[in-house]
């Protein structure tokens, strides 16, 4: 589902995740493990997760945060809540 500029969400999610990591957005594909293969931190998927919030105006629980292991768990998470309406 792209937005008004034509982006969909993995481009944005991807833009999103290298601008946190400091990496280029072509090393991403939906099974990157944000932990092991980025090196990702608590902060640093907080500050992903604060980015994707304000973004796309939704609320990511603690819980869903723990859940969210993948780029793909990320997409399929923002697909879900944009369609949800939550």
Do not use: C
């Not at 304000?54 to 629980?61: D, F, K, L």
């Not at 869903?64 to 997409?75: C, P, S, V, W």
Request: glycine share 6%.
């Amino acid at each position: 589902m792209p937005d008004k500029a034509g982006n969909t969400i993995a481009q944005i999610v991807s833009r999103a995740l290298a601008a946190v990591t400091g990496q280029s957005e072509d090393q991403f594909s939906e099974h990157t493990d944000l932990i092991q293969d980025l090196n990702m931190d608590s902060l640093a998927l907080y500050e992903l997760v604060i980015e994707l919030e304000e973004h796309y105006h939704v609320q990511i629980t603690d819980e869903d945060i723990d859940r969210i292991k993948t780029l793909g768990d990320i997409i399929s998470y923002i697909e879900r809540k944009i369609g949800s309406g939550s």
